[in-house]
Every structure is written in C-alpha cells, then in structure tokens.
C-alpha cells in the first residue's frame, strides 16, 4: 500500500512537472487523435487564430477561437485495434468489466443506454482483435472505451482510424429547421414544394419545427439533414405560405462554406495508447527506457507528456518501479 501511494504522489509530481513545462494550455496541451488535432489546426485557421491563442474544453470536444464556439464531434468509426502481450487472448469478460467499471466511474450507472450494450469483439488474423462500439447508441463515448481497454494488464497497444466533424461552421450544421407558428394544424401534406424530412409541434414554444433533407440525398455519412442552400432556397416558399407566421430559422447562418471542409477521417490507424511509450512518438525505444528510468528515481523534471505518464505501468502492476525499466528494455530487445 506504501509503494502505491507513492506511484501515485510520484505521478502528481511528473504531471506537474509537465504541466509547467507545456503551459499555456493552447490546443496542443493533450494528445489527441492525429485527426482531431488537424481539425483544430484547420478551424483555428478559419478564424485567423493560432493554436495558443484558443482554448478547448469539454474533453476536446468544445474548441473556442477569439470568435466563437465550434463544437467538434469526434468517434472511432471502424472500432479499436487491439494488440495483447505474447500467449495471452483477450477475453468478453474482461472488456465488458473493463467498460462497466468506466462508465461507473465517470457516473453512468446501470441504467444508461452505453451500460446495457457490451463493445463487440473480433480478432483479426493477425492476432490482434477489434473493439466496436455501436456508434448509434454509444455516441460519444469512445474516448471512455479507449481508457477502459488500457485498464486490461495485458493489452500493450490500441489504434483507431477517427471521424471527426464541426459544427458552428457556416454552413456545417447538420440540425438546421425553420421555426414558425401557424393559424391552424398542419402536416407535411402543406408543404407540397418541399422535401420535408419531418414537422412537428412543440407545446413549450407553441411554435412549429419543420426539417428539410439534403437536395442531393444523404452525404457518405448517411446524413440526410437538410443544408445550408436547402433552407436558403426554401425561404421564398416558406414566406409564400400565409398560414406561416413569425418565420424564423434555428441554427442557420447567413455565411456560406465548404462542406467538405467541417469532416476529416483518419485513413491510417492512428495510435491511441502505447504501453511503455512515454514520448508519445508511437515508437517504443531507448528514449522511453532512459525515461521510464527516470521517473522510476523520482526525477520530477523528466520531460514527458501528461498523455505519457498513462504509458509507464509497462508490466500493469499498479506500480512505478525498476521492473517497468526492465520490462520496456526487454520489449525493445525482443521486437
Ligand atoms: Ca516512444
Ligand atoms: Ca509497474
């Protein structure tokens, strides 16, 4: 219990360490997927900013530029690929315990959608396994996912290719629809000259929500909201209608972009967590022994990555000790 406690104040002080080293927190404070970190870069740019000179909160998924908020939807799309130390299998049970214990821990209790649907497995030929999510039920909690496959001892590696999308952007929203009251009921059936994809009343407002689909079908996501130019076109018709009254639209801009510009997807695994790789350069190596070594000597000014200290449990025993040193250096010499 000594031992631990001391692992775990050593942590706090490398974290620290780091901590001074990389501040101020600008959008490259954590690692992130390769994707995500280019979309960052990429939206910064439409805004004129540097990197430094914006912030990110909401586990990386709210990025603010000195102009405005864009929210920056993330997910591994193709699921996790998994590798496990020699002459060991990865098991349902260990995964599925793995993902409760996560969810638990971040407050998801028993009852939540993500709880009652298990990751699924399948192992490649390789020998390494893939680790889906559901992506329609589990949303965002990829991220949780990852963290629970680093808790299983003996998983040495996980990669993800990543989606990623942004909204905020001018014409990048996906959940777009014009609000309105009406003197009288209706149905999609009075909106003959539109591609309604759906209308609905809502008692708080006492207001009228009408969506439009995409003029062209859905995009490769499968999305079929309506965009931009969709509503934009829609507009005259809209006021032509003389039972539409206070017409206004939700989640609109006036500003017309690139589409293609709001999506980026990883075409190469990208990875994720490296046991024993402490430099986050997804390269296990000397440089990661000389500083598993230091931190080992309680060296609070090794130079490494918050995102890092999560790599240096090398043999997973809940400890910082020599061994892990041994166990990096017998890895390097073995691969
Ligand atoms: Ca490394
Ligand atoms: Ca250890």
């Given at each position: ?14 974290v ?13 404070e ?34 603010y530029?000195?102009k ?14 998994v ?16 993902w ?8 998801c ?24 999510l ?78 439009l ?8 996501n ?39 510009e ?8 990208e ?7 402490l430099?986050?350069?997804a ?24 995102e ?20 990096v ?6 691969s």
């Amino acid at each position: 219990m000594k031992k631990r406690m001391r692992f775990a104040a050593l942590l706090t002080g490398a974290v620290l360490a780091c901590a001074a080293l990389t501040a101020p927190a600008g959008a490259a404070e954590t690692a992130r997927p390769a994707v995500v970190q280019q979309m960052y870069e990429r939206i910064a740019g439409w805004d004129d900013a540097s990197l430094d000179a914006c912030y990110i909160s909401g586990g990386g998924h709210n990025f603010y530029t000195p102009k405005r908020l864009y929210l920056v939807n993330w997910r591994c799309y193709d699921g996790f690929r998994v590798a496990v130390r020699p002459d060991t299998a990865l098991t349902a049970d260990d995964v599925v315990n793995a993902w409760k214990k996560i969810l638990t821990d971040i407050g998801c209790g028993a009852d939540a959608e993500a709880w009652q649907r298990a990751p699924e497995i399948e192992q490649n030929d390789d020998g390494t396994y893939l680790v889906k999510l559901d992506s329609y039920w589990h949303g965002g909690f990829v991220v949780q996912l990852a963290d629970a496959l680093a808790e299983i001892p003996y998983i040495t590696r996980i990669e993800g290719k990543y989606f990623c999308d942004v909204t905020g952007r001018a014409n990048s929203v996906s959940h777009s629809a014009f609000i309105f009251t009406s003197s009288r009921e209706l149905t999609e059936a009075d909106f003959p000259a539109l591609n309604v994809r759906s209308l609905g009343y809502q008692t708080d407002s006492n207001k009228w929500l009408l969506q439009l689909r995409r003029a062209d079908g859905p995009d490769q996501n499968g999305r079929d909201y309506g965009e931009y130019q969709d509503y934009y076109n829609a507009v005259p018709v809209m006021q032509s209608l003389d039972f539409v009254r206070d017409l206004s639209a939700y989640w609109l801009t006036t500003e017309l972009a690139e589409p293609e510009e709001c999506f980026l997807r990883s075409e190469e695994w990208e990875t994720v967590f490296y046991r024993g790789d402490l430099n986050l350069d997804a390269d296990l190596d000397i440089l990661d022994a000389v500083l598993l070594a230091r931190l080992a000597a309680e060296d609070a000014e090794t130079p490494i990555p918050p995102e890092g200290i999560k790599n240096a449990d090398v043999d997973a025993d809940g400890l910082l000790t020599v061994l892990d040193v041994h166990s990096v250096l017998k890895t390097i010499v073995e691969s």
